[in-house]
């Protein structure tokens, strides 16, 4: 699709939005089973999250006058709204982020590993997100330690970061932990690096079992301590014997986790990232067609080799699948564990460095900065030599009447 295709779909899916946000969030009560109280901060956070996403690169949120240094040739650039749910504005924090994260790098396979949970949580985790996604990761971050750490498998205190996704391909809830995990760690004694086998890093079985044991617990503890909400169709779970029947039922099933084989080396796991780190439910890439009634769009079925479909939906139920996966204020989507944990990076990941003979970043090592714009007519550099609100930019765009000779 050429650079006019993909802005017209752009526009497409900003008056999407336009049309459908006041229907959407008057009735969204209605739309969903959660309760007002449960929402907390949810409520209020979407509104912001769709009133973002509307006004994003438009002059509703001011923007500079950009001059090309050869030609002279003057444009204006409206400013983004660096929302992290907005599908426009994750490209310069996600390049930002994988420059710090190629400084920490060590030359040792990576592995990923996948933890998710039984679909009938998922209507409990959606009416309690701010608990149960804590939850989530501290669950699955405790298991990889654990098992790590045991001398029959590892042997070693390992470090990682987590990943927190919420959707599926189609927008439905599908809440999952994403975690990537440098092959091998510390040994107790922090005096050697204890490398993993090649090709494996710790048991499926082992991790699904451990997992599963720790987010029950956790459960447990959190109905205990009355931190749990239920509503609507789980309701009746609010009663102890229901809740604990419920969780020996959770019990007897086998949880789900997935761990893909290593990645190529290094180099290849900043690729990886890029495509997990910095992503919203849906990308505008994957927009097909936006009307007045429905907004088609494609999806990859990985139920069947990975092939691509596509789905139709109304306004209102788009919207309602996005909302959906709009994350509570406060709710990190990723955090880092173990050696990688930001209070013991500092010290342990130069000492990781030391013990496998790696050669440390350099110290003027900095952040990518944004790629620079180019002139539309001359191709020469465009500079920014003025910051314009959204008052002057109005006044500009209003005094470029066209002038119609009627003589």
């Not at 040792?108 to 608990?131: C, G």
Request: glycine share 4%.
């Amino acid at each position: 699709m050429n650079s006019s295709g993909v802005t017209s779909l752009l526009k497409l899916f900003a008056a999407t939005f336009a049309r459908c946000a006041i229907l959407l969030l008057t009735s969204i009560s209605r739309l969903t089973s959660w309760a007002p109280k449960n929402f907390g901060n949810s409520n209020s956070t979407q509104v912001k999250v769709l009133n973002a996403i509307l006004r994003c690169r438009t002059a509703a949120l001011g923007g500079h006058r950009d001059e090309c240094t050869s030609c002279r040739y003057q444009t204006i650039s409206y400013n983004s709204c660096r929302n992290r749910h907005c599908p426009k504005c994750q490209t310069n924090a996600r390049e930002k982020w994988l420059a710090a994260r190629q400084r920490e790098l060590l030359p040792v396979n990576y592995y990923h590993v996948v933890f998710s949970v039984p679909h009938a949580l998922v209507p409990l985790i959606w009416q309690n997100k701010r608990v149960l996604f804590r939850l989530l990761f501290e669950a699955s971050a405790q298991t990889l330690r654990e098992v790590a750490a045991d001398p029959k498998h590892l042997g070693a205190e390992v470090g990682f970061l987590s990943i927190l996704h919420t959707w599926g391909q189609t927008l439905q809830r599908h809440p999952h932990i994403h975690c990537v995990v440098p092959g091998g760690g510390l040994s107790p004694d922090r005096q050697r690096w204890i490398r993993s086998p090649p090709r494996f890093f710790l048991p499926v079985r082992v991790l699904s079992r451990v997992f599963r044991g720790k987010f029950v617990a956790g459960l447990k503890r959190a109905f205990r301590r009355k931190e749990l909400a239920f509503h609507g169709s789980c309701l009746p779970l609010a009663d102890h014997k229901a809740f604990h029947a419920f969780l020996r039922a959770l019990f007897r099933e086998d949880w789900v986790v997935y761990a893909k084989r290593p990645f190529a080396g290094p180099e290849h796991v900043l690729h990886y990232l890029a495509r997990y780190t910095h992503r919203v439910a849906i990308s505008n890439h994957r927009l097909i067609e936006v009307t007045d009634t429905h907004v088609k769009f494609r999806w990859k079925d990985y139920a069947h080799a990975s092939k691509q479909r596509t789905m139709t939906l109304t306004h209102d139920e788009f919207l309602r699948r996005f909302l959906e996966h709009i994350l509570p204020r406060g709710v990190p989507r990723i955090r880092y564990f173990g050696f990688l944990a930001n209070r013991r990076r500092s010290s342990l990941l130069p000492l990781c460095r030391t013990l496998l003979a790696a050669t440390p970043p350099a110290d003027g090592a900095k952040t990518t900065e944004p790629a620079l714009k180019y002139c539309p007519r001359c191709q020469g550099t465009m500079q920014v030599v003025e910051l314009l609100t959204p008052m002057q930019i109005r006044y500009v765009e209003n005094r470029q009447v066209v002038v119609l000779d009627t003589s």
